[in-house]
């Protein structure tokens, strides 16, 4: 069995190297291209920004098959040894809470890199390391409260409770949608401020948006996010009475009016279509699933692995292998999401007006240097959103329309044209 996992987790592995490789390579040579919605320079830029992120992910890759390695060859046992004479509820928190640790050790040096190395070279960075550090003491400490208050409610659970997968998967279901209740008012905050929006007339336009879409909230407010770094973004947050619109202080610095009405309008097309509740209920099918899988696990497993079949060592290999169980889902979870955001775009342009998100979006590409095409494998498990060319395109944008078809005319063809 620990054979047959390990093949799997390889192939895992391989096939997001492959993805990388493939998007790196198209991306190197879709910059050498006439530029899409960027000038020549920051188009440039983009595209190198992305190479860059894309080569620190497959050194990620790899780090993750090496810590997988180590887990399946001699990781587990050892979280087993340290934690033997524990009651088997403390053996699975203490098990479940060095897992954790270890692995954000090892994930620590990307985060520092992708910040103060890519992100400070193309201009995102605003982070100081003061910063950094405390909020990777936030994280750290919320991660590993919850972390230990779930494996301890999930021991129990096992220990006591016939068909324990079926109640332990309603347990971790609940911690997510109580999780997206208490993002905007308990946890968002701990890491940012929060500020009613000031400006009264765009505040009245906000709100006769919100009341064209049925939309209830606690407020408009603004984040400091430009104190980490300079991306442009909006969204709403929280479910019921808890929902809250946030507009990032560095979008009202580069967006007029209309189209920060559009940006909101694309998001209030994602509440009326129910968006949120149907990607909770599709996490939560996966979830089921994967439960269900994990549940079954064979005796003979944690034999070859030389642990107890305690709740912990269940716990510990339900982490281990989630990443690729969830991968499997991914290109069915990506589609969905580019459809929603497709009707999203269309809802925006009802109610708000196609030209005023058209410009929204090609400044957000233009300052976020979000570079505009993408290899088909990386749209297909990655992409959570549709390539902008097609948004722009199905949006009517003339400028797109138009560049296509001279494109298609002259044959420029020799690279994929979907990103």
């Known amino acids: 069995m620990v054979g047959a996992l390990s093949i799997l987790f390889f192939v895992y592995v391989v096939i997001k190297i492959y ?24 188009w440039i830029k983009s595209a190198r920004y992305l190479i860059a992120n894309e080569r620190m992910k497959l050194v990620e890759t790899l780090v993750e098959y090496a810590l997988f390695v180590f887990w399946m060859a001699w990781g587990i046992r050892w979280l087993d040894t340290m934690t033997w004479d524990m009651g088997p509820i403390a053996q699975a928190v203490v098990a479940v809470d060095l897992f954790l640790a270890v692995n954000y050790l090892f994930d620590l040096p990307f985060s520092l890199y992708k910040t103060f190395v890519v992100d400070e070279k193309f201009g995102f960075n605003n982070t100081t390391p003061e910063l950094f550090v405390k909020d990777q003491i936030k994280s750290a400490v919320m991660t590993l409260l919850v972390a230990s208050a779930i494996s301890a409610a999930v021991a129990w659970i096992i220990l006591n409770v016939p068909m324990w997968w079926l109640w332990s998967f309603a347990l971790i279901f609940g911690v997510i949608v109580l999780l997206n209740l208490l993002y905007p008012t308990v946890i968002a905050p701990m890491f940012n401020t929060f500020t009613p929006l000031e400006n009264e007339a765009l505040k009245a336009k906000i709100d006769n948006l919100l009341a064209q879409s049925g939309f209830e909230s606690e407020g408009v407010f603004v984040v400091d996010a430009s104190k980490r770094d300079n991306r442009l973004n909006a969204y709403f947050g929280g479910l019921g009475k808890s929902k809250r619109v946030v507009l990032f202080d560095t979008l009202l610095k580069k967006l007029n009016d209309e189209e920060l009405l559009a940006v909101l309008g694309h998001e209030l097309g994602h509440f009326k279509h129910g968006d949120i509740y149907k990607n909770i209920a599709m996490i939560g099918a996966i979830l089921f699933v994967g439960f269900y899988i994990f549940s079954h696990l064979p005796a003979s497993l944690f034999m070859e692995l030389g642990v107890r079949q305690s709740p912990a060592m269940l716990m510990v290999l339900f982490m281990l ?34 030209q005023a998100l058209i410009s929204a979006l090609k400044k957000l590409v233009d300052e976020n240097k979000s570079f505009p095409r993408s290899h088909r494998l990386a749209i297909l498990f990655y992409h959570s959103h549709p390539p902008i060319v097609e948004r722009l395109r199905a949006l009517g944008d003339a400028g797109v329309t138009a560049q296509k078809e001279d494109e298609a005319m002259r044959g420029a063809c020799h690279i994929d044209h979907e990103g």
């Open 19 to 42: 993805i990388g490789v493939m998007q790196i390579g198209y991306v190197a040579k879709a910059k050498d291209m006439p530029p899409v919605l960027m000038k020549p320079s920051t």
């Open 321 to 354: 292998l989630m990443p690729v169980f969830l991968f499997l889902f991914m290109p069915v979870i990506s589609l969905v999401s580019r459809a929603n955001e497709y009707a999203a775009d269309r809802y925006a342009a009802e109610t708000v007006g196609a």
